[in-house]
């Protein structure tokens, strides 16, 4: 998962605030009238079945932001693992965009949310939810953002780095977890929540307690 340093977050909000001057959030907001996508219900298709193994979902992330990658060959390694894979996290809305056309999992945007300006963007685009960073927004921030994400039908993955990303989550409804490999925090959660997560490189037999709390796991490509 990527880390944003303070460089790159002043970066996000000087590009947020360019692409609201040039195209205000109203006028983003009618363009959903052309926009031939709807969200897929992420908890459906995400909550494993009783004592069954976790799903599999893959971080198609890092090959979006390979510079010599062609469309055509992201498209092919998409299809590639489509039908082993519950969704795909992609962190470029123009791949993203492009992949929606041809795939019929879910496309989570894996980016750093800081605005709903980018909650409604990623819609227009066709995703079919957005990650959230509770460790980079205050308790206020985060609870609007996923007040709105929900308001206009794209569910939410809260990524928990720690205790107090988690009790952000929790005031803020969130159903679906990513520990980001933060397995101390497994026994905090409440019941009946989706829990997605990478597996540890130093993984041990002994911890086979975590993989079965799973719903999901998370591979890389």
Request: glycine share 2%; hydrophobic share 40%.
């Amino acid at each position: 998962m990527r880390v944003f340093t303070e460089i790159e977050i002043a970066k996000i909000q000087q590009a947020i605030s360019e692409k609201k001057e040039k195209f205000p959030q109203e006028w983003l907001g009618r363009t959903l009238a052309y926009t031939p996508y709807q969200p897929r219900p992420l908890p459906e298709i995400f909550k494993k079945p009783v004592d069954s193994t976790p799903k599999i979902l893959y971080d198609f992330s890092l090959q979006t932001l390979d510079t010599s990658a062609t469309q055509i060959s992201l498209l092919q390694t998409a299809k590639d693992y489509e039908s082993r894979a519950c969704g795909f996290f992609v962190e470029s809305l123009e791949i993203l965009t492009y992949i929606r056309r041809y795939v019929s999992i879910p496309l989570i945007y894996d980016f750093l949310i800081l605005d709903s300006y980018q909650l409604l963007e990623s819609l227009v685009y066709g995703a079919d939810s957005v990650v959230l960073l509770p460790k980079f927004l205050t308790q206020k921030q985060l609870k609007n953002l996923s007040d709105y994400a929900t308001k206009i039908g794209l569910s939410i993955i809260f990524r928990i780095e720690s205790k107090e990303d988690l009790t952000k989550a929790i005031f803020s409804k969130a159903d679906i977890l990513d520990l980001n490999e933060n397995f101390s925090l497994l026994s905090m959660i409440p019941k009946n929540k989706i829990i997605l997560s990478k597996i540890p490189k130093n993984f041990q037999e002994s911890h086979q307690n975590y993989f079965k709390a799973l719903d999901i796991i998370i591979l890389e490509l």
